[in-house]
Structure formats: C-alpha cells, structure tokens
C-alpha cells in the first residue's frame, strides 16, 4: 500500500540558509499536517492544510511557511535558518473527514541539521 | 488545550514481562487516539487506533483500552520482547481533522 512520502530524507544546511522539505499524501488523502521533533522531545504540530487551504496553525516559527498544491502534495520552506531548528520534521495525512477510521498516516521523515 | 500526559517517562524490564503503558488527557472530548512506536532517529509506526466510541483494540500482544469519561488510556504488552524496546507515543485527535495531540512518550527497554 503506498504511504506518505517526504522528501529528501536527509539535509544539511548552514545557519542563515534557506531549506525545502516535500511530502506527498497517501493518494485521496485530503489533508496534510507538518511535525517537528526536537531531540528528545515529542512531535510538536506546526500546521495542516486541508484541501490547499491552511487548516490550522500550531507553534510554526514565523520564518517558515507552508502550502499544499493542486496534487496535494505539501511543502514546507524554513528561511534564515537556526542551530534550533536542526530536528526530525514529519508528515502526515488522512482523510478530514471521518473517512475509514481517521487515522493519520505519517512519513518517515526528514532529518534537518543545520550548522 | 488539550494535554496529553504519559507515565512512566521510562521503565526497564526484563524479557518475558506483562507491562503497562498509562496516557491520559485533559479534554476528554476526544475524536479518536492512537498509539505509536518510534525507534531511536526513526519514524512513528502506528500500533493501535481507537476510536472514541470504542473501548479497547487488540492487534497481537499489543492491547489499547480508551476511558474518555477518566480521560485515560492504557497499552498493554504481554510477554515482552528485547524487540519491543522502543519509545511509545499516545497521541489525542479532538475532532474529525484536527490535529494529533502528543504525549511525551514513554521509552520502553526490554532486557534479555
């Protein structure tokens, strides 16, 4: 069964860089949600779009933004980039409403270190 | 706000044990709730979903049960594996949509 694919798994960038992370939706999955994990810490929700339009909105720095597409695919773009933000950054999708069960789906993740 | 709380943050036990994983919830209110496993620098692979008019989920060794009005849910794992060693995550749903709530976590080691 296809899952939710993020792209790229890995990413490295200097302080002050701008980064780019991708997720695709399990296929009829209409809403996408965007995690970080610190080290240590528990997945923190940053925000969610269902049906391209944001959906709500958690604890998002406001040097990044996001946005989903017309395929449904998401994006989350981190501009000035800080030794914080080196963390884990997960997507998930499901269904808005109840669907099958309600479940969320989550990616593998993208690993971001910044230095 | 809903909080979710996991207790303990860590236990150690040895292998072959039955044990107990404890979540609660500050809005009992809740949509559904899920359980997760993540190994260390890994992803979260769910366990078990239940729905807030459920009352429990098996999948194998693994058995959830949800009490909304207590605001409570536990994981059950019977005859525990070095294989289970992991961090388990209880994560909240409030309504059709929203967001999932995390816990902190509870990482599990089982000891051969």
């Known amino acids: 069964a296809a899952g939710v694919i993020q792209s790229p798994r890995h990413l490295i960038k200097e302080k002050r860089e701008t980064a780019t992370l991708k997720c695709y939706p399990i296929?009829?999955?209409?809403?996408v949600y965007w995690y970080q994990q610190g080290p240590g810490q528990d997945p923190q929700f940053l925000i969610s779009?269902?049906?391209?339009?944001?959906?709500d909105k958690g604890s998002i720095p406001d040097r990044f933004s996001a946005q989903q597409f017309s395929d449904y695919h998401s994006e989350l773009n981190m501009s000035s980039l800080e030794l914080g933000d080196s963390a884990l950054y997960f997507c998930?999708?499901?269904?808005?409403?109840?669907?099958?069960?309600?479940?969320?789906?989550f990616g593998e993740g993208s690993r971001l270190t910044v230095l | 706000k809903q909080e979710v709380t996991q207790i303990p943050a860590a236990l150690s036990v040895p292998e072959g044990e039955n044990l107990v994983l404890n979540c609660s919830f500050t809005?009992?209110?809740?949509?559904?709730l899920q359980w997760f496993r993540q190994d260390p620098g890994k992803g979260l692979t769910s366990l078990l979903l239940?729905?807030?008019?459920?009352r429990e989920q098996t999948s194998g060794r693994l058995n959830a049960s949800l009490d909304k009005s207590s605001g409570r849910s536990t994981l059950y794992i019977a005859a525990s594996q070095p294989g289970d060693s992991a961090t388990y995550l209880c994560?909240?749903?409030?309504?059709?949509?929203?967001?999932?709530?995390f816990g902190e976590g509870t990482q599990l080691t089982v000891n051969p």
């Open positions: 779009f269902y049906e391209k339009m944001q959906s």
């Open positions: 809005d009992s209110a809740i949509y559904n």
């Open positions: 296929p009829r999955h209409d809403t």
């Open positions: 994560a909240v749903r409030t309504t059709s949509g929203s967001r999932l709530t």
């Open positions: 998930a999708s499901s269904f808005w409403t109840s669907g099958p069960t309600g479940e969320l789906f």
């Open positions: 239940i729905q807030s008019s459920q």
